[in-house]
């Protein structure tokens, strides 16, 4: 087992590949990069959080849309059963076929 003071030095980091996690870390832009094996970079944190927040948002929309039609699906069915007493009191069975 190895301890703190056993850890190796990387340098140069730039372009150093784990070999235990296939990562990259790249250095050739303003900041550092880390590349996932299969070449994706890491997302940054800023870039987690904005996809956060678009994803919040975007919830919050197709959550609005589904309570729409859950109401839309109640009153259909407050219509239906306001149909189905109607055509019992003229005297018609609105489940025979």
Do not use: C, H
Request: proline letters at 4%; zero cysteines.
């Amino acid at each position: 087992m190895r301890s703190e003071d056993d850890l190796d030095a990387i340098d140069p980091i730039d372009n150093w590949v784990s070999p235990l996690l296939q990562i990259r870390f790249d250095l050739s832009g303003e900041e550092l990069q880390i590349i996932r094996p299969d070449g994706e970079k890491f997302l940054s944190y800023v870039e987690i959080s904005q996809r956060y927040v678009e994803t919040t948002e975007q919830l919050k929309v197709v959550q609005s849309q589904v309570e729409e039609e859950q109401q839309r699906a109640v009153q259909a069915e407050q219509r239906a059963a306001m149909l189905a007493e109607r055509l019992r009191a003229a005297g018609i069975d609105p489940n025979q076929d």
